[in-house]
């Protein structure tokens, strides 16, 4: 006598579980363009890696004699599988199963995933689709009751926001709990023609009088320009490879550092086009990108939220093989001024880095905060007071370089003041307490009302405080460190990411979402 049967009907269930849906609903899937989960998640790790935990759990059905006739297992598939050879864990919503509804979730798997990759402090790669587990109408019929609303778990999801990375992948329609997972995460990408999310969908919102389609609602534009989403791509494929990347970045958890990869760009390659790259005349806007991309590692440099705050560039990049959290002032968007949105993402980047022990390089190009009564109605002073917070809270090695602009409290911004950090400046920088062009009326309209030839007279006062404000007059003072020649600029940031790497500390930081 063996166990045989038993391992036959272990066999027959699991072959029910990768039926998912059922033929049908698993068609309408693909149809629709979008992969199933179980071909989401091999696609994602590596092959032959994945697995599984809680396969067989779901809804069975059995006949009088107790015998198994049908089984449908749960709409979320979880796991631990590699990633370019490191551990995650993996979970993904399986649509094909009621939607994704609650009706046919076992919430413990969702808890469960979360718990694992907690534990076992391995990155977590949500794939998300549905609700996320989270509640339908027709869940007060299948269980005769009204819920009070609650999101049993959810206290995992906020510890590995601050101990392990997590991506989120919206590749459907997302909505309640599901969107709330999407943006729980350090990195986030959406499906550009597949991908929704919203707080409720189309039919729930046309109550309001707003029929919109669910591009129109929630499509990615919408969700990256909002800051909800970080980035958007045209295939399923491209999420993985983007997901894949990001974490190519990052440590295993907060408790690990960032590996450094063999380098393969040279380390004293200097840049000698630099010298040219700001315009003398300050009207003029320049390409900050170009900049950014000459001084890091080739080919290295993995930007986030592009479409959001656009006034700071945020992103990845590796310098001379180690990882770097890099900030840059993007001139073509109000002159590189921190608007609302450019200081909330500011903030959410700089938690980031300090979490996962990734030096910060900020090549600075900001006049300062954004005026005017728009500006006033964002409350962009409040926001920038909280990126101000991230700044200083920052223990993590700090570099700037200031490029051109630095002005006013969001100028002042450019490094934690409390603490050392290394700075450079080009022969380009200008800085002070406020831009010349916009205080020199108001400090000597006297002066100029007064001369017979006012026009004369403002030429005159320009020309003599440009020359005060020469940064070699605040290098005497000794009040910006040293000025270099930008085609220096790599070869000073090599130095930085190869002093900065013992520095780099591995301990619980739980910053990853602030108060």
């Not at 909505?175 to 995460?185: K, N, T």
């Not at 100029?448 to 005060?468: F, Q, V, Y």
């Not at 007059?473 to 990411?497: C, N």
Request: aromatic share 8%; proline share 4%.
């Amino acid at each position: 006598m063996t166990w045989q049967p038993e391992m036959d009907e272990l066999r027959r269930r699991e072959a029910f579980a990768e039926q998912m849906g059922g033929a049908d609903k698993v068609k309408r899937q693909t149809d629709g363009g979008r992969l199933t989960v179980r071909a989401r998640i091999d696609a994602m790790l590596d092959d032959g890696t994945f697995h599984e935990t809680g396969k067989i759990a779901g809804m069975a059905q059995y006949d009088g004699k107790n015998d198994l006739e049908s089984f449908m297992a749960s709409n979320f598939v979880f796991g631990r599988g590699k990633v370019n050879g490191r551990q995650v864990v993996v979970g993904g919503d399986d649509f094909t199963v009621r939607g994704g509804s609650a009706d046919a979730t076992i919430k413990e798997k969702h808890i469960m995933c979360e718990q694992m990759a907690n534990t076992l402090r391995l990155p977590l790669i949500r794939i998300i689709e549905g609700s996320g587990g989270g509640g339908s109408v027709k869940t007060i019929e299948t269980t005769g009751r009204a819920n009070v609303p609650g999101v049993k778990g959810w206290e995992w999801v906020v510890r590995n926001m601050g101990t392990v990375p997590r991506v989120a992948l919206g590749l459907g329609s997302v909505a309640g709990l599901g969107a709330a997972h999407m943006v729980a995460a350090h990195y986030s990408v959406m499906v550009k023609e597949t991908s929704a999310l919203f707080v409720a969908g189309p039919p729930v919102v046309k109550r309001l009088g707003q029929d919109l389609t669910k591009q129109e609602l929630g499509g990615w534009k919408i969700q990256l320009r909002a800051g909800a989403v970080d980035e958007a791509v045209d295939t399923e494929e491209e999420a993985f490879e983007h997901a894949r990347k990001f974490l190519s970045y990052l440590p295993q958890n907060v408790h690990n550092l960032p590996e450094r990869i063999e380098p393969t760009d040279d380390p004293e390659r200097t840049d000698a086009t630099l010298m040219d790259a700001v315009p003398r005349d300050i009207r003029k806007v320049y390409d900050m990108r170009k900049i950014v991309r000459s001084v890091v590692d080739t080919d290295s440099f993995f930007e986030m939220g592009k479409m959001y705050g656009r006034s700071i560039m945020t992103g990845l990049a590796r310098v001379d093989g180690w990882p770097v959290a890099v900030m840059a002032s993007d001139p073509r968007h109000y002159g590189g001024g921190w608007t609302a949105d450019a200081c909330r993402k500011v903030e959410r980047f700089v938690d980031m880095a300090n979490t996962f022990h990734l030096p910060v390089i900020y090549l600075v190009d900001c006049p300062g905060f954004l005026i005017g009564l728009e500006s006033e109605k964002a409350g962009t002073i409040k926001e920038g007071a909280r990126a101000m917070a991230a700044i200083w809270q920052s223990t993590t090695p700090w570099c700037s370089i200031l490029v051109r602009n630095v002005f006013g409290v969001a100028g002042a911004a450019h490094q934690n003041g409390g603490q050392f950090n290394l700075r450079y400046a080009w022969p380009s920088g200008r800085w002070g307490s406020l831009p010349l062009e916009g205080g020199i009326e108001a400090a000597y309209s006297a002066d100029i009302e007064a001369a017979d030839d006012p026009a004369a007279k403002h030429a005159e006062i320009i020309e003599r405080l440009e020359k005060l404000r020469s940064p070699f007059r605040s290098a005497e003072a000794f009040w910006v460190e040293e000025i270099i020649d930008p085609g220096d600029t790599r070869k000073m940031l090599v130095d930085f990411a190869n002093t900065a790497a013992p520095l780099r500390e591995a301990g619980p930081y739980l910053h990853g979402i602030r108060g």
